[in-house]
């Protein structure tokens, strides 16, 4: 599996756009990248989940490049309540999730 | 209400001890799965699961059992084995059903685990 490198930590203000990018240099042809959102002392919850392109829902975007060695999720005007650990992971249909340390954002009024 | 549901939230254990955890799903998923995670790092896979009477070791089996008796349940035992029980354990279950590439897992609310 795909390991992922993400930014520990990143600082925003409620209003604003928030990017997080993530590496996945090694991704194979049949893996794909999937985003989760984590609150302390609860499970993660998932976002976001693509191959190629740009994918958007409800919450959140998810752009990723032609040669998808990276991806970048994209939260629109973030509020408080954004504030939690964002994970980005890479796999494929085996189902198997590797979770790395992920980043942590803060948001601030 | 379909979900995932993990009991206790906090569990209390004297070193030495077995102790089981519980996660039941009503979400019909083929495939449960064992995370746990240590305070300020990402989740590692104990055990999972994609059919009844069957699972596989994940990255950290060792000092774990588990059991795949019903469909709906995937209960975790964690024995005295286990060198460093004290963590925060995650159940989640996904299905294998559908086309595409991966199968979102939908996770329960966890239960801490401290064993002194």
């Known amino acids: 599996l795909a390991k992922t490198t993400q930014p520990i930590s990143m600082d925003s203000y409620e209003g604003q756009e928030v990017n997080i990018t993530c590496s996945h240099n090694?991704?194979?042809?049949?893996?794909?990248i999937t985003w989760y959102q984590q609150f302390p002392s609860q499970g993660p919850r998932f976002i976001i989940q693509?191959?190629?392109t740009k994918v958007t829902n409800e919450v959140a975007s998810l752009f990723i490049p032609a040669d998808r060695k990276s991806s970048t999720l994209s939260l629109p005007r973030v509020s408080l309540s954004d504030t939690a650990v964002y994970y980005c992971?890479?796999?494929?249909?085996?189902?198997?999730?590797?979770f790395g340390q992920g980043t942590e954002l803060s948001v601030k009024p | 209400d379909g979900g995932i549901t993990q009991s206790p939230k906090y569990l209390f254990r004297k070193e030495g001890q077995n102790v089981t955890l519980s996660c039941e799903q009503n979400?019909?998923?083929?495939?449960m799965y064992w995370y746990r995670q240590d305070p300020g790092q990402g989740l590692r896979l104990i055990y999972y699961?994609?059919?009844?009477?069957?699972?596989q070791k994940g990255d950290i089996a060792e000092g774990y059992s588990v059991s795949r008796e019903k469909k709906e349940s995937f209960p975790l035992t964690v024995t005295s084995a286990q060198k460093n029980p004290t963590a925060f354990y995650l159940c989640?279950?996904?299905?294998?059903?559908?086309?595409?590439?991966?199968?979102?897992?939908?996770f329960g609310p966890g239960t801490r685990l401290t064993v002194t």
């Open positions: 989640a279950s996904s299905t294998l059903q559908g086309t595409g590439f991966g199968y979102e897992q939908y």
């Open positions: 693509g191959y190629k």
């Open positions: 979400l019909n998923h083929d495939a």
């Open positions: 090694n991704i194979a042809t049949n893996d794909y």
């Open positions: 992971l890479v796999s494929n249909q085996g189902g198997k999730l590797i």
């Open positions: 699961s994609q059919i009844v009477n069957d699972f």
